[in-house]
């Protein structure tokens, strides 16, 4: 019994720690401001984009795994586009800043992986899971006024199309 009660919880735990934090932010909220290290050197600030350019920030749990490589050669893949329709794209993780360069060298990235390495920014745009430490996938697109605009989570978010598509849809609109 006691045996079937501690497989029982292991399962809840491992279920718990896969589990998608979903996000409390809605479409039209004002996206939380950050100040993040970047893998360029720089530090990035949010609201330097305002009244310039359109963001793409994709939260992406752990870099040099399947889904998040496929996410963000994507990305590189679509860089472009994302040009094209008067964005900047950024991916974010709770990796530390070694990790993310080494990585982003190795995926010959030409935009900027940030390291939210005390997970304060995660926390802030509701993507922490705090079971593992990590960052959700969530894709935020958001306006050059700081509203965010268009949200991927899950599975959904590692094609770039969505997030592409929106920033298309502002870039005509504004």
């Known amino acids: 019994m006691i045996r079937l009660i501690s497989l029982v919880g292991l399962g809840v735990l491992a279920l718990a720690a896969r589990a998608q934090t979903r996000t409390s932010l809605k479409i039209g909220d004002l996206a939380p401001d950050f100040n993040l290290p ?28 399947g889904g998040c490589t496929r996410e963000m050669k994507a990305y590189q893949a679509n860089l472009e586009k994302v040009a094209g329709a008067g964005a900047q794209v950024f991916g974010i993780s709770t990796d530390n800043l070694p990790t ?7 995926l010959k990235l030409d935009y900027p992986l940030l390291s939210d390495f005390m997970r304060k920014v995660s926390a802030a745009y509701g993507v922490l899971n705090e079971a593992r430490g990590t960052a959700s996938r969530t894709t935020f697109v958001i306006d050059k006024e700081g509203r965010i605009r268009h949200i991927e989570q899950g ?16 870039s005509k609109d504004q």
């Open 38 to 65: 970047a893998t360029t050197g720089k530090e990035i600030r949010l609201s330097d984009f305002r009244g310039n350019k359109a963001v793409i920030l994709a939260f992406f749990p752990a870099a040099f795994t």
């Open 100 to 106: 993310l360069q080494r990585w982003a060298e190795e």
């Open 155 to 170: 599975s959904d978010a590692i094609d770039p199309t969505g997030a592409i598509t929106a920033c298309t849809r502002l």
